[in-house]
């Protein structure tokens, strides 16, 4: 398939087309980040950025290895590393030999980490309550079961 063929779908005014369904999932995503960071900052978390949210995704990162966690995140060891280096710096993380084998270390959140967490779910929470008014409540609740089941069928 060449790209003339392809570029025939297109309009000037429309270039790309309209939104496929990861671009119409990451604008909705990408305001939930926005307002943990608002909500982060203002409790006094301005060390954190977006990179550091995905060390915080659900279910989060408490007792998991960090090799586990960066196969979770789908980001390489390395970059983890990185983040969680940053993280322990700033006191929201520790590793921790694993009690049955000392080679291998635990991701642990420490109380600022902790209270990090209870912020982030605040904010979410803040804006479901938003979309829950913008949709009405039934129709929410029908968009949150359609993205559990997705998220099931993983």
């Not at 990179?51 to 995140?73: D, I, M, W």
Request: negative net charge; charged residues 25%.
């Amino acid at each position: 398939m060449g790209a003339s063929n392809s570029s025939s779908r297109f309009t000037e005014e429309e270039p790309v087309g309209p939104p496929l369904i990861g671009a119409l999932l990451r604008f909705p995503w990408e305001a939930v980040q926005r307002h943990m960071l608002e909500r982060l900052h203002e409790r006094g978390f301005d060390d954190l950025d977006a990179a550091h949210l995905n060390v915080f995704q659900y279910p989060g990162p408490q007792g998991a290895r960090p090799s586990e966690l960066a196969g979770r995140l789908g980001v390489s060891k390395q970059a983890l590393n990185y983040l969680l280096g940053e993280l322990e710096r700033t006191g929201y993380v520790e590793r921790q030999p694993h009690p049955d084998d000392q080679r291998s270390k635990r991701i642990a959140l420490t109380d600022r980490g902790m209270a990090a967490v209870v912020v982030i779910r605040d904010a979410v929470g803040e804006v479901e309550a938003v979309w829950a008014e913008q949709l009405g409540a039934d129709r929410f609740a029908q968009l949150r079961a359609l993205l559990l089941e997705l998220n099931d069928a993983r």
